[in-house]
């Protein structure tokens, strides 16, 4: 005995009903994707630095390598040579991925260029003075503090120290 087809009203409703569910399947996909890579991510975090890392007035004598400092040439990076240039600084052996900042005459600031918030690299805004994540649109200070969310933890900054033609980041291992 064979069995009759169901009436052709409900074919089509189980038909419209399998393309509207993959459709909104298919726009989900794509709005998940479209944040901060396939998959959300906590940010990384480093640990808090000391109170006084990137102030100028007490800027440390840099150390060796193997003491976590970090030489940058300003032959390599020329847009530090003059107050409110910056440059996006990363040497994958010290494990250092910074935005540094000529802050003013003599004065560096070395941030973590990740964004605490979404896992996404931030960027210097030079006629702002800032630091902002093109993915969710925190901004940061120049010393890492969260100027607006949705972040709500400061960017990990670094001693940065210019002697002669380079500035020496400290990155402690």
Same mark, same amino acid.
């Given at each position: 005995?064979?069995?009759?087809?169901?009436?052709?009203? /409900?074919?089509?409703?189980?038909?419209?009903?399998? /393309?509207?569910?993959?459709?909104?399947?298919?726009?989900?996909?794509?709005?998940?994707?479209?944040? $901060?890579? @396939?998959?959300?991510?906590?940010?990384?975090?480093?640990?808090? &630095?000391?109170?006084?890392?990137?102030?100028?007035?007490?800027?440390?004598?840099?150390?060796?390598?193997?003491?976590?400092?970090?030489?940058?040439? /300003?032959?390599?990076?020329?847009?530090?040579?003059? #107050?409110?240039?910056?440059?996006?600084?990363?040497? #994958?052996?010290?494990?250092?991925?910074?935005?540094?900042?000529?802050?003013? &005459?003599?004065?560096?600031?070395?941030?973590?260029?990740? $964004?605490?918030? @979404?896992?996404?690299?931030?960027?210097?805004?030079?006629?702002?003075?800032? /630091?902002? $994540?093109?993915?969710? @649109?925190?901004?940061? @200070?120049?010393?890492?503090?969260?100027?607006?969310?949705?972040?709500?933890?400061?960017?990990?900054?670094? &001693?940065?120290?210019?002697?002669?033609?380079?500035?020496?980041?400290?990155? &402690?291992?």
């Amino acid at each position: 005995m064979s069995r009759a087809p169901p009436p052709p009203h /409900l074919e089509e409703v189980d038909r419209r009903s399998a /393309l509207r569910t993959l459709l909104r399947c298919t726009c989900a996909l794509a709005a998940a994707g479209a944040g $901060c890579g @396939g998959e959300w991510r906590e940010a990384v975090v480093l640990d808090a &630095p000391a109170p006084d890392a990137g102030a100028c007035s007490e800027a440390p004598t840099p150390g060796t390598a193997g003491e976590g400092w970090v030489e940058v040439k /300003l032959d390599d990076f020329p847009a530090l040579r003059e #107050p409110g240039g910056a440059a996006e600084v990363r040497v #994958p052996q010290a494990l250092l991925d910074v935005v540094v900042v000529h802050t003013s &005459p003599g004065c560096y600031a070395a941030l973590w260029r990740i $964004c605490t918030h @979404g896992d996404c690299a931030v960027g210097w805004k030079p006629a702002e003075g800032l /630091l902002e $994540c093109p993915c969710h @649109g925190s901004r940061f @200070g120049q010393d890492g503090r969260v100027l607006n969310g949705p972040a709500t933890r400061p960017l990990t900054t670094f &001693p940065a120290v210019r002697v002669g033609t380079s500035v020496f980041i400290h990155r &402690p291992r």
